[in-house]
């Protein structure tokens, strides 16, 4: 059953009641997006290439295959 915060009147904020555990709402997620600031993007060949226009969020890839050696 899904119930809506009505604290906040004018958003949309949705509580989802879990009675197999709790009598409390609980919600889907909580989301957290950190703080950026701006900076000189990359040249659009490089951005597409790195698959990022900005270079604080170009990070190398340090995994692994899905299936090593292609099997």
Same mark, same amino acid.
């Given at each position: 059953m899904i119930r809506y915060n009505n604290a906040n009147e004018g958003s949309a904020q949705a509580a989802i009641s879990c009675d197999a555990f709790t009598s409390q709402p609980i919600s889907y997620a909580i989301a957290y997006v950190a703080y950026?600031?701006?900076?000189?993007?990359?040249? &659009?060949?490089? /951005?597409? @290439?790195?698959?990022?226009?900005?270079?604080?969020?170009?990070? &190398?890839?340090? /995994?692994? @295959?899905?299936?090593?050696?292609?099997r």
């Amino acid at each position: 059953m899904i119930r809506y915060n009505n604290a906040n009147e004018g958003s949309a904020q949705a509580a989802i009641s879990c009675d197999a555990f709790t009598s409390q709402p609980i919600s889907y997620a909580i989301a957290y997006v950190a703080y950026q600031t701006w900076e000189r993007p990359y040249e &659009p060949e490089v /951005g597409f @290439e790195r698959a990022t226009i900005f270079p604080s969020l170009d990070k &190398p890839f340090l /995994g692994e @295959e899905v299936t090593p050696n292609g099997r």
